[in-house]
């Protein structure tokens, strides 16, 4: 099997063929895969003749499933949830804000899968943001007052009972479980070096961030706004379009993502893995 690799030309992002996620890959393949997952953070597989089985398969490859809170899972499937919107739905666009993938947990998922189920004929892209490319240029006076401060996260202003996604949330067609779980906290580096490359970046952002340690809340609260901006600055962003029978899998510790729209009176559904933390292996 021979992979092509064709850069976005953008923040990060390529498109990768010469391969049928339809069929077992081979350790080799594997390797290689992963390593281009590391250099270009979102990887798009396009043209493929996929299901659930292999979108299944395919995760296990990178570290096997992450614990998906606040989604029931697809019929029949524990690992799988749909990220759907119907064509007449009114409900605010879900993920349309930066984040990285449930970084509220002690161990965040590595990456995400994201397999094209129905793709409408305009808008719909999900845009990435290279949290490695932010952070180095940011200028070192601010890197130095950064670099070693420690985040708050949460998945409360999503997921809790009063949260965008909780009780008040009303007509939508995706199947989110708000809860009480999500008034946890966890901390983590704002800015860890990546765990399989090394290369510093920030990890997540403003909204499953919620204060910084030991900083004033109302202090901490213009920083992470100041770093939202930022983070999600044009020249660091990189938008991926969809198409039938894509998949898209990307690193949640290197990059941000959020979902846009465009795409009003047609319905969208992907089906997503998230992909466990790596483990050293
Ligand atoms: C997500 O954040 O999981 C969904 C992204 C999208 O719908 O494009």
Redesign the pocket.
């Known amino acids: 099997m021979v992979l092509r690799v064709e850069p976005s030309g953008g923040a990060c992002g390529a498109r990768v063929t010469g391969v049928d996620l339809s069929q077992p890959l081979d350790p080799a393949t594997v390797t290689e895969i992963r390593a281009h997952w590391l250099e270009h953070l979102v990887l798009a597989f396009p043209d493929q003749q996929i299901g659930d089985d292999d979108l299944e398969r395919f995760t296990g490859y990178f570290g096997g499933f992450g614990d998906d809170p606040f989604f029931a899972p697809i019929a029949g499937r524990r690992h799988i949830a749909a990220?759907r919107r119907e064509a007449d739905e009114q409900t605010p666009l879900?993920?349309e804000n930066w984040?990285s993938?449930w970084s509220f947990q002690a161990h965040p998922p590595a990456g995400?899968c994201?397999m094209a189920v129905d793709i409408p004929p305009v808008g719909?892209?999900?845009l990435f943001a290279n949290q490695h490319a932010a952070w180095e240029a940011l200028p070192d006076a601010r890197k130095a007052e950064q670099v070693d401060l420690i985040a708050v996260h949460s998945a409360r202003l999503a997921y809790a009972p009063d949260g965008t996604y909780g009780a008040k949330d009303k007509g939508r067609s995706m199947d989110i479980r708000p809860g009480e779980a999500a008034l946890a906290v966890q901390t983590h580096p704002l800015v860890p070096a990546h765990p399989e490359t090394g290369r510093r970046g920030f990890f997540s952002t403003l909204g499953y961030i919620i204060g910084i340690e030991g900083m004033a809340q109302d202090a901490a609260i213009d920083l992470l706004r100041e770093l939202y901006a930022w983070q999600s600055d044009e020249r660091f962003v990189f938008a991926q379009k969809?198409e039938p029978g894509m998949l898209v899998m990307w690193d949640n510790r290197a990059v941000l993502?959020?979902?846009?729209g465009g795409y009003e009176g047609h319905r969208?559904e992907?089906h997503?893995t998230t992909i466990a933390a790596w483990n050293g292996n």
């Open positions: 990220i879900f993920a984040h993938d995400t994201l719909g892209d999900t969809w993502h959020r979902a846009t969208r992907l997503r």
